[in-house]
């Protein structure tokens, strides 16, 4: 089996996002103050919790757009509480797997441009979602996993890991 810009994308994206998904289930059901969790951070100059589950639902859906050349759902990056932050992932979810394969057609080498402050980043798509999108998708929910580990919510390993596909 050869692998396809659309299954590398979307399977990878919608493991990470149905992980981040239960692992603010398992946070709510931890029994911590939810506001501890809302301003939780590793370290100081560290962006907290809800960011993290912020940046890495975004990072999937607007690689999936970019690569397809569509339009994502925008939020207003306001989510104050766990519920909130479960429905930005479910928008990600849904927006995700209504993207039909044959949209990613020519995505390998479609030009992607980012900006940000001092920066500026072209990349051609394959290379974007290799080298930027998916290590960037998987920093935030990364961290996300370390701050409720370190908070002291029961997970491990295979709550990162998620549904094993076995082929």
């Not at 100081?44 to 999937?60: K, L, Y």
């Not at 999936?64 to 766990?82: F, G, S, Y």
């Not at 001092?118 to 290379?127: M, S, T």
Request: proline letters at 5%; glycine letters at 8%.
């Amino acid at each position: 089996m050869s692998l396809t810009l659309d299954h590398v994308s979307t399977s990878m994206f919608l493991r990470g996002l149905n992980v981040l998904s239960g692992l603010i289930d398992r946070a709510a059901e931890s029994g911590l103050e939810e506001a501890a969790l809302m301003e939780a951070r590793l370290a100081p100059d560290m962006r907290p919790f809800p960011d993290q589950v912020r940046m890495a639902a975004f990072s999937a859906r607007s690689c999936v757009a970019r690569l397809t050349d569509q339009p994502w759902p925008k939020t207003d990056d306001a989510e104050a509480c766990l519920a909130e932050l479960k429905a930005t992932v479910a928008l990600s979810i849904a927006f995700i797997e209504g993207v039909e394969a044959a949209a990613f057609a020519g995505g390998e080498t479609r030009r992607i441009e980012l900006r940000f402050p001092g920066v500026e980043l072209n990349f051609e798509g394959q290379g974007y979602l290799t080298s930027f999108a998916l290590p960037n998708f998987y920093f935030h929910l990364s961290m996300a996993y370390a701050l409720l580990r370190h908070l002291g919510v029961p997970l491990g390993k295979r709550d990162f890991l998620g549904q094993i596909e076995l082929i």
